[in-house]
């Protein structure tokens, strides 16, 4: 059985400004440029945040923040393409709502087997 919680009825994305995903439970999860950018689950992302590196801007970053492309990726998640260059970070749909509900969406992954909360 689908649970409507973790499953997006509509998702808005404003290049210059943010994604808002509507979900078939009724709630409704906003987030802007920056906080999804320096957020980005992806590997490198996660790495530079392990080490306490910035994700965004990093030396050359574009001002302002955009979004080049967005798409589903398969019924999970969010591909986004910044235009910053940046691609490789996949938004689940379930980690955006529990994040936006104010838990750990991304947890911190040092590589090393273990997981603890960003």
């Not at 997006?8 to 995903?21: C, F, H, L, N, S």
């Not at 969406?105 to 040092?110: Q, V």
């Amino acid at each position: 059985m689908v649970d409507e919680r973790y499953e997006p009825e509509t998702t808005d994305v404003v290049r210059d400004e943010g994604v808002t995903i509507a979900f078939l439970d009724g709630y409704v999860a906003s987030f802007d440029l920056v906080t999804l950018r320096r957020m980005c689950p992806c590997a490198t992302c996660r790495g530079l945040r392990d080490q306490r590196e910035p994700v965004w801007p990093r030396p050359g970053s574009p001002t302002p923040l955009r979004i080049d492309d967005a798409n589903f990726h398969g019924a999970w998640g969010l591909h986004i393409e910044w235009n910053d260059g940046h691609s490789t970070g996949i938004y689940p749909f379930e980690s955006l709502r529990r994040w936006h509900e104010g838990g750990v969406a991304f947890p911190r992954d040092s590589g090393l087997g273990g997981v603890d909360e960003a």
